[in-house]
């Protein structure tokens, strides 16, 4: 089952979502940096709160990440993953300035990439 909601509309990130069955995608258009962050880390911890705890980040329209954003990514992962087994956020359709972001930061061995949004949520079921 999949549904998706259009959730938050800022001059700055809009974030929607669609569910795929026990997998939320979460997708971001705009720059996910300081000004962005908290916007982003609210909406995964109320999606925490209601008992999700695997998430796909597409950031396909994403295009600018900052240290800020880096920070959110990385605490939700290794919260997903110590807290839930199975738990997990994984980076689908990154634009390349963005994985070099997490690349020159080191945390490209970190998470988890896919080229494609649906290949993310799959990954979920191995």
Known sequence: MTSAEDVRNSDL???TEKIHDDVV???LEGRF?????????KFIQQRIEKG?????????KVSFIASAGLR???VFAKELRRK??????RIAEAQEGVVKVFSISGLHNVMKFFDHTDEAVRSFAN
């Open 33 to 41: 940096d300081a000004n962005t962050c908290r916007d982003v880390e």
């Open 25 to 27: 995608q979460i997708s």
């Open 72 to 74: 959110v990514v990385l």
């Open 13 to 15: 990130i809009h974030i």
């Open 52 to 60: 999700s705890y695997r998430f796909v980040l597409d950031m396909e």
């Open 84 to 89: 839930y087994k199975g738990g997990d956020l």
